[in-house]
């Protein structure tokens, strides 16, 4: 049951990532072509202040999501209505304070734009329409969690799939027809009220025992919850230091335009991230029951096998990415020589990419084990010297100091957060995962440079076949490789007879059926 409950949430979030991938970037190219990168810019960098005005949530989401899987494992509604009633009485109060918060930024945000050629008044309008967005997702959000720790996250999955699908063609006729970027803003708040308005019918239907009940959590359960999010709202600040504010920096210390060329690197290597992660992190909510039996030698074996998952994804896309990114950006899509990165950067940002990707099983070993505060030095330390470093570099080398700021702060948080890992949660040696690691990370280099080269020594005439072939060649070597290495290996057995065996002998049965 765990196991059809994965995989059905990682294909309906494949399915509906792939889509959203693509009426994504068709809607980012009428963005440009209509509207210009200097909105752009404003739009990524106003998406970085309203993370940062939404750590105010501070980790109660990911506390209550923990919290909840315990009494789901043990069928205890009573607690559960009662974390969740705590979690809808939060969430309002989170969504009224991020509103406060936005009217307080307003007067200043014009000093978060360097080279701004727009009316002030208009730009202001922009921003409270973000921050009035964000308020919204608040409201009502909570029911999504329950749906989540309950595995049943590819219903929230397909009633985002719809909306978003409906809400991107909406945009795309309005960028076509009018031009107009508040109309284009008014359909993402229309997107956002009505999702939370049908999950929140979805989420009575589906959990009748939440009509009406009024339950109270006791006192050493609330114990918990607020002792769980006194380390994840530190962790939640600490993110936020990291994750969102290299857009603040480069608007502020190079230029908002060139934040608008950046969000276009961002938005195809996110997508990517999200793509693959929703897939693979299907199985998270599973890892939450698993922490809940217990069982030691189970748990070690998912996060090797979570591991190399994440190795295989990892080093396919960091290949693809570095061969790809640039041709992608100059031939196929926005065709423009100023939207495109020197290729000195474009390696920093897919080496960023790939320890991103593969700190996942650790970022999920500690939100489903609970191991949060032992986390704290090492997220600080990482929030510290990502800042730090990227605004000294930002002055001193400019765009590529920002992200290798990033890089450094990575590199030193990752090797900590793993040791926690492996000592807390494994009960192993952290070692022979370093040196796995470096493994890794060698064999993805050498692929990456393989893999460029032969693709600069195969050179075509016509741009859309040589791009096409330069596919071919990121799809099928780095493949091939790792299937030569690692085709023996228990991980790669465990994914082959979960992921394609367990799925073909469920269409046999269906076809006869």
């Known amino acids: 049951m765990r196991q059809r409950a994965s995989i059905l949430n990682g294909i309906t979030s494949l399915i509906s990532q792939i889509t959203m991938i693509i009426l994504g970037f068709i809607s980012r190219s009428f963005f440009i ?24 949530e501070l980790g109660i989401g ?18 559960i209505a009662g974390i969740m009633n705590l979690f809808r009485k939060a969430y309002f109060i989170i969504g009224t304070v991020v509103f406060v918060a936005g009217l307080c930024v307003l007067p200043f945000v014009q000093y978060l734009l360097k080279d701004y050629t727009l009316d002030l008044g208009y730009i202001r309008l922009i921003f409270m329409m973000y921050v009035v967005n964000t308020t919204l997702s608040y409201y009502l959000a909570h029911c999504r969690t329950l749906f989540f720790a309950s595995q049943r996250n590819y219903i929230v999955t397909i009633v985002d799939f719809i909306a978003k699908t ?62 769980i999010i006194k380390y994840l709202a530190i962790n939640s600040l600490v993110s936020i230091g990291v994750f969102s504010t290299d857009n ?73 990415l570095f061969c790809m990114l640039n041709p992608f950006i100059h031939t196929i899509w926005i065709r423009k020589d100023e939207y495109v990165l ?18 996942q099983p650790v ?19 990482e929030m510290v010297v990502n800042l730090a470093v990227s605004i000294i570099l930002a002055k001193t080398i400019g765009l590529i100091g920002v992200f290798l700021g990033s890089t450094i702060a990575y590199i030193l948080s990752w090797i900590g957060q793993t040791w926690v890992i492996h000592q807390r949660v494994l009960k192993r040696n952290a070692f022979p995962y370093y040196f796995k690691q470096v493994v890794y990370i060698v064999l993805t280099a050498v692929m990456t440079a393989g893999v460029y080269a032969l693709d600069q020594l195969v050179v075509i005439a016509n741009p859309y076949l040589d791009f096409f072939t330069t596919m ?40 006869n059926a």
């Open 33 to 56: 072509r209509t509207l210009g990168e200097e909105l752009l810019g404003i739009s990524g960098t106003f998406t970085n202040v309203i993370n940062i005005l939404s750590v105010t």
């Open 62 to 79: 990911g506390a209550i999501t923990f919290c909840l899987y315990k009494p789901i494992y043990e069928d205890d509604k009573e607690k």
């Open 166 to 227: 409906l809400m991107q063609i909406g945009q795309i006729v309005i960028l076509l027809k009018t031009r107009n970027f508040t109309l284009y803003l008014s359909l993402m708040i229309i997107y956002t009220v009505s999702t939370n308005l049908i999950i929140h019918q979805l989420y009575y239907k589906n959990f009748s025992f939440m009509k009406g009940n009024k339950a109270v959590i006791d006192p050493s359960t609330k114990e918990e919850v607020f002792s």
């Open 248 to 320: 603040l920096i480069i608007s502020s210390i190079i230029g908002v335009g060139v934040v608008g060329i950046y969000s276009n690197y961002t938005m195809i290597i996110q997508n990517i991230q999200t793509l693959f992660t929703s897939l693979l992190n299907g199985v998270v909510a599973s890892l939450g029951n698993m922490m809940a039996e217990g069982d030691d030698e189970r748990i070690n074996k998912i996060f090797n096998i979570y591991d190399f998952s994440y190795y295989i994804v990892g080093s396919f896309t960091t290949v693809s």
């Open 342 to 359: 020197p290729i000195i950067i474009v390696v920093v940002l897919c080496l960023n990419h790939y320890m991103i990707l593969k700190r």
């Open 363 to 381: 970022w999920q070993y500690q939100n489903t084990s609970g191991v949060f505060r032992y986390f704290l030095p090492y997220s600080f330390m």
């Open 472 to 511: 071919c060649f990121c799809a099928l070597v780095p493949n091939l490789i790792n299937l030569l290495l690692f085709c023996r290996t228990p991980e790669f057995s465990y994914l082959k007879e979960t992921l394609i065996t367990k799925v073909l002998d469920r269409f046999r049965k269906k076809d």
